[in-house]
């Protein structure tokens, strides 16, 4: 069974910073893309940003210039480092990934994890 297990919100004021982070654990042979999306109370889950295994980013265009995506292979896990927040930001984010396990190619999804920019 594979885990995404986030960490890292939390509550911030505007122009702040918050580094989230999202480990994959379980047996896992491959991961392909990570990233992170976000969803606000009544709207569809977006996707803020991914990158994949060779390294391919992309970011959506509010965060552009604000939001960096990295990873560590070596321990399976994304990071989202995010500067500059706004308001607007607010909402839960979701780690993702899209890992080889023993049944197959397969999304994960973690928990969620809520960010809280105040004005």
């Known amino acids: 069974q594979v885990h995404l297990v986030e960490s890292g919100g939390g509550l911030v004021q505007a122009g702040g910073s918050l580094r989230l982070s999202c480990a994959a654990s379980?047996?896992?042979?491959?991961?392909?893309?990570m990233g992170w999306f976000r969803q606000a109370p009544g709207k569809q889950r977006e996707l803020v940003a991914t990158?994949?295994?060779?390294?391919?980013?992309n970011y959506e265009d509010s965060v552009k210039g604000r939001f960096t995506i990295s990873r560590d292979n070596a321990k399976n896990t994304v990071y989202l480092q995010m500067n500059s927040l706004k308001p607007e930001d607010t909402t839960v984010y979701y780690c993702?990934?899209?890992?080889?396990?023993?049944?197959?190619?397969?999304?994960?999804w973690g928990q969620g994890t809520q960010v809280t920019v105040s004005s």
């Open positions: 379980g047996t896992i042979f491959s991961i392909n893309a």
């Open positions: 993702y990934a899209h890992i080889l396990d023993s049944r197959g190619w397969n999304n994960y």
């Open positions: 990158l994949t295994s060779g390294g391919s980013t």
